[in-house]
């Protein structure tokens, strides 16, 4: 019995060990427990993350939070962001996207066919519910702008996510994501019109996933594990939607959906993530460049956004600095430093009177790196 107890003991203490080496990390997701975040889960239940010497802790919505802050902050490592990302980035919030899931977003404008609102041009002096961030969204923008609709005469009211309520006429239009609302909808068998802006050329990425840039810096072994590892999970799930749904149904099911529910959204999201690839998270920089163009064109960027800056390249470095640094940099490219005359190793002069030294090989990497100039003062 003794050696039974040791034994027991001891596997304790290894596997704590074992729990203790793994890097902790934290995921905020944009959104309450769904299929959408099912790479994540299944990455994490199926082991992929501990392989990869991560321990993840999926952090739920919650509303009201500002998930890019978090970021910034450091209060969450990485987190899950739509299009709207660009306007984060372009407050000259440190932010670096590694991949985009979606290749084309999920956000649709909905109505009824009852309510003869058939086209864009239907809808003038029309209600159209939506979140602030469906609402900023410069593909929605866009694609009824496209249609010379006056923005003053639509009556914005916020989004109470019930899609009773397009069906009892307390708004003409609704916004929603092409992998719930409809599946509702077909349920009850009411007919329906789809508005993606997609189809109006405006096609744009959703669900990057993105970090702190410093964050990246300092810990890129273990942004670029938690991107692969991620990814696995993803590739598991769209190649496993009965078992993840199975998962998310026994685990992350806090809005009680279906199985049907479920499995519905499941086969929707696939489609979007492979659209045009056979890649999962592909970013193309050229297509970023134009949403951000686009967001430019309407107004909505307070400053322009370097996509070299924004999108991550596995063999690019990035340069920590934030754009106020650099353009304090710029502006004050030489500082004066005080150093002894003889403090050998650290600094020194030479028998040609160059200064030599631990600093002073410090202060080259230095300049090399970031352009400033360092002028010597001998105390």
């Known amino acids: 019995m003794f050696k039974i107890l040791l034994v027991y003991l001891l596997f304790i203490q290894i596997t704590n060990a074992e729990d203790n080496s793994l890097k902790k990390i934290t995921l905020q997701l944009s959104w309450l427990n769904q299929f959408q975040f099912a790479g994540y889960y299944v990455a994490k239940e199926k082991g992929f993350y501990k392989e990869s010497g991560l321990d ?6 919650e509303f009201g939070i500002n998930v890019p802050h978090e970021i910034i902050s450091g209060n969450v490592d990485f ?3 739509r299009e709207t990302l660009i306007i984060e980035k372009a407050k000259n919030y440190d932010i670096v996207s590694l991949y985009a899931l979606f290749q084309s977003s999920p956000l649709v404008l909905l109505s009824l066919k009852k309510s003869n609102i058939n086209t864009i041009n239907d809808f003038t002096n029309k ?3 939506t979140t602030i961030d469906d609402s900023s969204e410069a593909s929605i923008k866009a694609m ?12 914005f009211i916020p989004h109470t996510h019930n899609i009773n309520d397009l069906i009892d006429k307390k708004t003409d239009v609704i ?12 349920k009850l068998g009411i007919e329906y019109n789809t ?6 050329g405006f096609d744009m990425y959703s669900d990057f996933l993105y970090t702190n840039k410093k964050y990246l810096v300092n810990n890129k072994d273990n942004v670029i594990k938690f991107k692969e590892a991620s990814l696995k999970g993803w590739e598991y799930a769209f ?8 998962l998310i149904l026994e685990k992350y099911n806090s809005q009680n959906l279906t199985k049907e529910e479920l499995i519905y959204e499941a086969n929707q999201l696939k489609k979007l993530a492979y659209e045009n690839t056979d890649t999962l998270g592909k970013i193309d920089k050229n297509k970023v460049q134009r949403i951000h163009d686009l967001y430019n064109i309407m107004g909505l960027l307070p400053n322009k956004v370097d996509i070299n800056d924004f999108v991550y390249e596995k063999n690019r470095s990035l340069n920590i600095f934030s754009s106020e640094e650099l353009q304090l940099i710029k502006s004050k490219p030489i500082l004066k430093v005080g150093i002894r005359n003889d403090f050998k190793p650290f600094t020194f002069s030479n028998n040609l009177g160059e200064r030599e030294g631990i600093i002073h090989d410090y202060l080259n990497l230095i ?6 100039k360092f002028k010597y003062e001998i105390n």
């Open 144 to 155: 009824i702008s496209s249609h010379k609709i006056d923005f003053r005469t639509l009556n």
């Open 127 to 129: 209600t159209i519910m």
């Open 56 to 61: 993840v802790d999926i952090r739920p919505f």
């Open 239 to 246: 190649n496993n939607i009965e078992e993840s749904v199975n």
């Open 367 to 372: 300049s090399q790196k970031t352009g400033l």
């Open 195 to 200: 508005f993606s802006p997609k189809d109006y």
């Open 79 to 81: 987190a899950i962001g």
């Open 175 to 186: 916004s929603a994501y092409s992998s719930k609302a409809p599946y509702e909808l077909e």
